[in-house]
Every structure is written in structure tokens, then in C-alpha cells.
């Protein structure tokens, strides 16, 4: 606690200066940086900055002080940006990178990209109708965006921290919630029998594409109008494709409005029409309900993870510590969506 | 035997203040970390009222799953060991359909984790 946010703010903007200044090709005076709300998985600063005159609005990324171990580092995340932005994906323009902390003007790895204006909170965008637009127009830009990621497919040069595709995702994704659960003493038979279920019908496997991994509701930033940005892309992989449909489409990623079955937002059919007019691929609402009982399975087991954090590092974090409890809903919805 | 008011009527008195009258006056930055606490509160609770009667009739359930007598001892701790071994049962494909136990162990398990819900968010019960 004795580094104040704005106190390593009013350090950093002098050296971030001259940095900037040599990325840009001109003159980049800082205004302003601000750190702003949320971050457990990074730590995000509105730069307010000024190139030869011009008034500038970015976004300085980098890690806090403790980093989720799943998750990709900043300059993997760049990577990303860059990728989903070449693929014509609705992101914040990425635009400078310093990977190398000890090179850093601010002692630690960051990029800069652009900043864009919105709401991405997911139980406002569910309750509030005035947000995001028409909604089924939402619901149709939502799924093309999705299709333009999945346009992204292996081998890439610029992706390739990525670890190579599972030879079969969904009996990948199995072991390794499995093996998680290894990692803690409470036993958790519920979420086993949906683990046994998933491995049971896990389909053929299909397609190799690039993977948001958590394309939610929450994730992405509205504003009256509709879509500004998809974000969070920290946990992207070479995966299935139906995978990320049905994690936006589950249940637990709903916020409440468990009726609008496309994300708390409203019906399928949008989401499905607009992720099929851009990726020529049909959606199976049967392959998109496994995926949807995988997501949450691996949203209890990540829960669970959560909740033990309290035990393992004996971390005083009350949010995480009352993320352990929804586990019972999300082994609870398991058991209900499967029937044997 | 204790004297009133027990743990759970001091909680949910102490909840209803914090939601009640403080709530009002916690800083906005501050008041999810305030719902956060009044959310523990209730949890623990639901947890003290059910005490460990939830543990003994999975006790019996777990038993007669395996055919065995009802172990002696800590309900909790016992209902422990037993859910360790249905969890490695049920991996193994031991209660697969088909199986026998098959009904048995399913129903059981999905009574846990609505005795679980039950404490953790009793309201997502009442979502159809």
C-alpha cells in the first residue's frame, strides 16, 4: 500500500513521455494518467496525451502486482489485439508495445492502444435497455464478431506462444479441469458427473480455430448505439469454435436474465444467423449446448480455484473467497442440463 | 444449549443493520465491498441453522449407495471420505448408465449440490 496509484502515476508519465515520443515519430506530451476501476488480471491507466498538439485518448496495460497464472502476459495479449484487429474484429486499436521490463519507463512490460468509450459491466448491459442498442442487431454483430475470430486459424508466426490445438479440445478441456481439482482436498462429485458426462459425449473433434475463450457478456464494451470493443482476450486459445458460442450462450454468463438465452441480451437465432452470415459455418444447437454444460464446468472449477485461494496462499480476498460459493449453482445447473 | 440469541439471530440482526441503516452510508466505491460482506453473513448463517444435519442424511445416502453401515464418528468428516471415493467412482465411469447404482449415486449427488445451494444462494433454486 505504500505505492498510491497516482503517486506511481505522477512518476511515470516524464520517462513514458520520451517513450511514447520515440514510438510516435513526434512530439507526445503526457496530460493525464489515471488508473482505472477493476484490473485483478491487469492493471489498466487511461493516458490522456497530447502528439504534436493533438489531443489523444489510449490505454496503458500492464500487469498488477499479482498475476493470475492462466492467463497470457501483455506482450501475448498485444499479440492478440493485433491479430483479432488484422482480422477486422471490433478492438481497441492496438499501437505500442514494451515488452522488456527492464527497458521500460515504467519498471514493468505494458502496451498502449487505443481508448474506447462504453459500458462493459454485464449486469448493467441486461438490465439497462437504453445500452447496446437494438438488441437483435446487437445479437448479430455479436456473432459476426465472433466468426471474424475464428477466421484466425493455425499455424500463425505472430501467435505462435500460443500452445499448439489439442488433438481432441473438449477430452483436453476435461483433463485438465480434472487435474485442477486434484489440486484441492474437497471433493466435488457433482462437477465429477459432469466431467464424466462431458468425456462421455465429447464430440468429434472439429474445426482449429482462434478462441476468445471468454467472449461474455461483460467482456465487451457498449454504448448507446451498440458495440464498441471486445475485450479480455488474456485467456485466448487454439480451440473448437463451438466452445466460445456456448460460453456466451450459458447459462451462468446470463447475469439473471436467464430467459434472453444469447448472454442475458435476448434470443439464439440472432447470434447464431449473424455467426453464420460472416463464417459460412452452421451452428448445431446440440454442439452448442455441450459446450455450454463444458463452460460451466470450467467456470465451477476456476470457481473452485477461487475459493481455495483462501486456504492455499491464505489470501484474505473475500471476493474470491464468495466466488468458491457459486460453485453449488453451477454443479447444480450441470446436473440439471444433463440427463444421464 | 446456548443462550439466545444464538450465532444465526446475531448475524441476521447484524446483516439487516449493515443492509439496513449503514449501507446508506458507505461510500459508492465501497459498497459492492459492503454487499460482498453482508452476502458472507448470510452464508454463514444458512450454514449454522443447517448445522450438520445436511452431513448425517448424506452420511445415510452414501452408505446405503455403497452398502455399508453408517460410519461412526465426525458426520462431516465422514461424509468427506465417502464423497472422495463416489468423486473417484464417478470418474472412473463406475456409476456410468447402465451401471449399477447408477439412479442412486446420480440423485445423490444432485441432492448435494442443492443442500449446497441451498446455503450458498438459495435464491437460485427459485429460478425455473
Redesign the interface.
Known amino acids: 500500500m505504500g505505492q498510491g496509484g497516482k503517486d506511481r502515476g505522477e512518476d511515470w508519465r516524464g520517462p513514458l513521455a520520451a517513450w511514447l515520443t520515440a514510438r510516435a515519430g513526434a512530439e507526445v506530451r503526457v496530460a493525464a494518467l489515471a488508473k482505472l476501476?477493476g484490473g485483478a488480471v491487469q492493471e489498466n491507466w487511461a493516458l490522456d496525451a497530447e502528439v504534436d498538439g493533438a489531443a489523444r485518448r489510449w490505454v496503458l496495460r500492464t500487469d498488477p502486482p499479482t498475476r493470475v497464472d492462466a492467463s497470457h502476459g501483455r506482450a501475448e495479449e498485444f499479440a492478440l489485439l493485433r491479430a483479432a484487429h488484422g482480422a477486422g474484429v471490433t478492438v481497441p486499436e492496438p499501437l505500442w508495445l514494451c515488452p522488456d521490463a527492464g527497458a521500460s519507463p515504467i519498471g514493468k512490460a505494458f502496451f498502449v492502444m487505443a481508448r474506447v468509450d462504453g459500458v462493459a459491466a454485464g449486469f448493467r448491459l441486461v438490465r439497462d435497455d437504453t445500452l447496446g442498442g437494438d438488441r437483435t442487431r446487437l445479437l448479430e454483430r455479436l456473432g459476426g464478431e465472433l466468426a471474424r475470430i475464428h477466421a484466425i486459424v493455425p499455424p500463425r508466426d505472430d501467435l505462435a506462444f500460443l500452445p499448439p490445438p489439442a488433438a481432441d479440445p473438449a477430452l483436453a478441456a476435461v483433463a485438465e479441469y480434472?487435474a485442477l481439482l486434484d489440486t484441492f482436498d474437497?471433493?466435488?462429485?457433482?462437477l465429477?458427473?459432469g466431467?464424466?458426462w462431458l468425456q462421455?459425449h465429447a464430440p468429434a473433434p472439429g474445426e482449429r480455430v482462434l478462441t476468445h475463450r471468454d467472449f461474455r457478456t461483460g467482456n465487451f464494451m457498449v454504448d448507446g448505439h451498440g458495440l464498441t470493443g471486445i475485450l479480455d482476450w488474456e485467456f485466448a486459445a487454439w480451440g473448437d469454435p463451438m466452445e466460445d458460442l456456448g460460453w456466451f450462450c450459458a447459462r451462468c454468463w446470463r447475469f439473471?436474465a436467464?430467459g434472453k438465452e444469447a448472454g442475458g441480451i435476448g434470443d439464439r437465432a440472432p447470434f447464431y444467423a449473424g455467426y453464420t452470415a460472416r463464417s459460412g459455418r452452421a451452428v448445431d444447437p446440440d454442439l452448442v449446448r455441450y459446450w455450454e454444460v463444458m463452460a460451466h464446468a470450467r467456470w465451477a472449477a476456476i470457481a473452485v480455484q477461487q475459493g481455495e485461494r483462501f486456504f492455499k496462499g491464505g489470501e484474505r480476498n473475500?471476493?474470491a473467497?464468495?466466488t468458491g460459493?457459486?460453485?453449488?449453482?453451477l454443479?447444480?445447473e450441470i446436473?440439471t442440463m444433463v440427463d444421464? | 444449549m446456548r443462550d439466545r440469541p444464538t450465532g444465526d439471530e446475531l448475524l441476521d440482526l447484524a446483516r439487516d443493520i449493515l443492509r439496513g441503516d449503514l449501507l446508506a452510508h458507505v461510500p459508492a466505491d465501497k459498497k459492492y465491498q459492503a454487499l460482498m460482506v453482508a452476502n458472507a453473513m448470510a452464508i454463514a448463517a444458512r450454514q449454522m441453522r443447517a448445522g450438520d444435519g445436511p452431513a448425517r442424511d448424506q452420511l445415510a445416502d452414501l452408505a446405503a449407495l455403497y452398502g455399508e453401515a453408517v460410519p461412526d464418528g465426525d458426520p462431516a468428516a465422514a461424509c468427506r471420505a465417502l464423497y472422495a471415493r463416489l468423486s473417484a467412482d464417478i470418474r472412473a465411469g463406475r456409476f456410468d448408465p447402465g451401471r449399477p447404482g447408477h439412479d442412486a449415486a446420480r440423485a445423490l449427488v444432485r441432492a448435494q449440490a442443492a443442500q449446497k445451494v441451498r446455503e450458498s444462494n438459495p435464491k437460485y433454486l427459485d429460478r425455473a
Not at chain 1, 186 to 190: C, D, F, G, L
Not at chain 1, 325 to 329: I, L, M, R, S
Request: no cysteine.
Open positions: 476501476a480434472r474437497t471433493p466435488h462429485p457433482a465429477e458427473w466431467l464424466r462421455r439473471g436467464d473475500l471476493e473467497a464468495l460459493h457459486v460453485v453449488p449453482e454443479e447444480y446436473l444421464d
